[in-house]
């Protein structure tokens, strides 16, 4: 008979180990692990209490509904310091003061978590003693700590959703300011362009020289709204994918980039088709192929583009005979609004468009550079 008990004992333990850590989900956890304990224990009521330095409180309770959360007296504080692992209190009216149904009888078994969290189980038919108290201890353990990365991923997940929802409203904010700001930017540049063109003759050079210099502080401001607008807008992009002959894309892009130099572009003939958006593509290559006319003081630009296939992605560099970036800066060209020379017409922008329309291609992007010789600028895009 004792063999029996032994192993039914044993398949008991087991079975309540199984039901904890299925979920993270802090009251299934508890829904799983504790109903179970009260059904097969034959027990009345189950609690898990938390406390600070003001109010104890119950974040699960059996009965349900017969939530806790009163005052932390300096006696309840000290009956609960004094459990370092686990009590078995016969005299019920000693923790009748917490617990919120009626404790006439029977016995209170309290088993410490940690980090100011208790277990309390109740039964009214003195059916617990010591010695089950310390067959349960290590599956409490395991509950105890099943609990805290139950409370670690749920401050995560808020910690996501307040991210998100402030990442929306800096999207929402972006938007409504570069809308705003499109009117007056407008009506400045076109009344500087008038007020030249109309009045030339009785301007003199240093007055014409102003209104040169606004026009061309009211095309950065435009050139920053239109890169704030790009980026807070390119993951928002609902046009639907398709097959993009790159080809004929960077074709297009050179066209229609205004450089007064002469550009010697290397572009292979079998470029692949790329399954996806295109106005992102367009982006991406866009602002690879700017940056590296953008910042070039050589007479002639040279940029050689080329690829590799992998099983899963494919790779590509886009290489120039341009300024070249200190290794220092590799990281820091990637931020938005950080910029490596004073150039009005750079947003500091680009590079950081460039990132995130590739991260959404589950992809990544690199740079090796040699200051006064050249960039090349590696990055994958998954197929």
């Not at 009251?27 to 009260?38: P, T, V, Y």
């Not at 139950?150 to 409203?169: G, M």
């Not at 095309?219 to 807008?233: C, H, P, W």
């Not at 205004?258 to 602002?287: A, C, E, M, W, Y």
């Amino acid at each position: 008979m004792k063999i029996e008990n032994h192993i039914q004992d044993i398949l008991q333990l087991y079975e309540f180990g199984m039901n904890i850590g299925r979920t993270l989900d802090y009251k299934k956890s508890c829904d799983s692990f504790l109903k179970l304990l009260l059904k097969r224990k034959n027990l009345n009521a189950a609690y898990v209490l938390e406390h600070n330095n003001a109010f104890i409180k119950s974040t699960y309770s059996i009965p349900l509904g017969k939530d806790i959360n009163i005052p932390l007296t300096a006696k309840i504080k000290h009956r609960l310091n004094e459990i370092k692992s686990s009590v078995l209190l016969n005299n019920t009216a000693v923790f009748s003061e917490i617990i919120t149904i009626p404790m006439k009888k029977g016995s209170v078994a309290i088993f410490n978590l940690q980090n100011n969290s208790f277990l309390v189980l109740y039964t009214n038919k003195n059916n617990l003693s010591a010695k089950d108290l310390s067959k349960l201890k290590p599956i409490i353990d395991k509950f105890s700590v099943n609990l805290e990365a139950c409370r670690t991923f749920e401050k995560q997940e808020k910690l996501l959703k307040d991210l998100q929802r402030q990442n929306q409203e800096l999207n929402d904010y972006a938007q409504l300011i570069s809308h705003d700001l499109k009117s007056p930017i407008q009506s400045i540049e076109a009344l500087t362009t008038w007020v030249l063109e109309d009045h030339k003759e009785v301007l003199n050079t240093d007055g014409k020289e102003n209104l040169k210099l606004i026009k061309e502080n009211v095309e950065k401001i435009d050139t920053l709204v239109k890169g704030i607008l790009a980026y807070s807008t390119i993951d928002k992009t609902e046009e639907k994918n398709q097959n993009v002959n790159l080809n004929v894309l960077i074709e297009d892009i050179i066209e229609k980039i205004d450089t007064p130099k002469k550009i010697n572009l290397s572009v292979p003939k079998n470029l692949p088709n790329l399954r996806g958006n295109q106005s992102r593509l367009k982006l991406l290559f866009f602002h690879l192929l700017q940056n590296a006319i953008q910042f070039n003081t050589k007479e002639t630009i040279k940029i050689a583009i080329g690829f590799t296939e992998n099983d899963t992605f494919w790779q590509f560099y886009v290489k120039d005979n341009g300024n070249g970036i200190e290794e220092r800066f590799f990281d820091k060209i990637f931020v938005a609004f950080q910029k490596l020379e004073d150039n009005y017409k750079a947003t500091g922008i680009g590079l950081s468009i460039v990132k995130k329309i590739i991260e959404i291609y589950s992809g990544e992007i690199w740079v090796e550079s040699i200051v006064a010789k050249g960039t090349t600028f590696h990055f994958k895009l998954k197929k």
